[in-house]
């Protein structure tokens, strides 16, 4: 049976926990992922403000370096139960611009000389 692939990257929050809900649905044969990487600040963030909101994630992160090639990205556990590795410490990324970074690839504004 051939399935349908779709990968977004950094990809925001769309819409509540029903909307996520029928989304997943609507897309449960298809194969989702959802890449990040820790890097983004965009990410970092504006995900507290959403979340506060009534905004969810759908299933499906993956996490990469911002060069890292797909055979190496990682799933993240359900509901933030990633283990960063840093005692739960975790500063804020600072560099806006690593938003646009994904696979090594720049795909952001650029300044003209």
Not at 2 to 12: G, K, S
């Given at each position: 049976?051939?399935?349908?692939?779709?990968?977004?990257?950094?990809?925001?929050m769309?819409?509540?926990?029903?909307?996520?809900?029928?989304w997943?649905a609507?897309?449960?044969?298809a194969?989702?992922?959802?890449?990040?990487?820790?890097?983004?600040?965009?990410?970092?963030?504006?995900?507290p403000?959403w979340?506060?909101r009534?905004?969810?994630h759908r299933?499906?992160?993956?996490r990469?370096?911002?060069?890292?090639?797909?055979?190496?990205?990682?799933?993240v556990?359900p509901a933030?139960?990633?283990?960063?590795?840093?005692?739960?410490?975790?500063?804020?990324?600072?560099?806006?611009?690593d938003?646009?970074?994904?696979?090594?690839?720049?795909?952001?504004?650029?300044?003209?000389?």
């Open positions: 049976e051939d399935r349908v692939a779709l990968y977004t990257f950094a990809e925001p769309v819409g509540n926990a029903a909307f996520v809900a029928r997943e609507a897309l449960a044969r194969k989702v992922f959802r890449v990040t990487h820790r890097d983004d600040a965009i990410l970092f963030m504006n995900e403000m979340e506060s009534g905004y969810a299933a499906g992160e993956v990469c370096a911002k060069a890292e090639a797909p055979d190496s990205w990682r799933a556990p933030g139960g990633e283990d960063n590795g840093d005692g739960g410490l975790r500063l804020p990324p600072l560099n806006m611009l938003h646009c970074q994904y696979l090594g690839t720049y795909v952001g504004p650029r300044l003209s000389s």
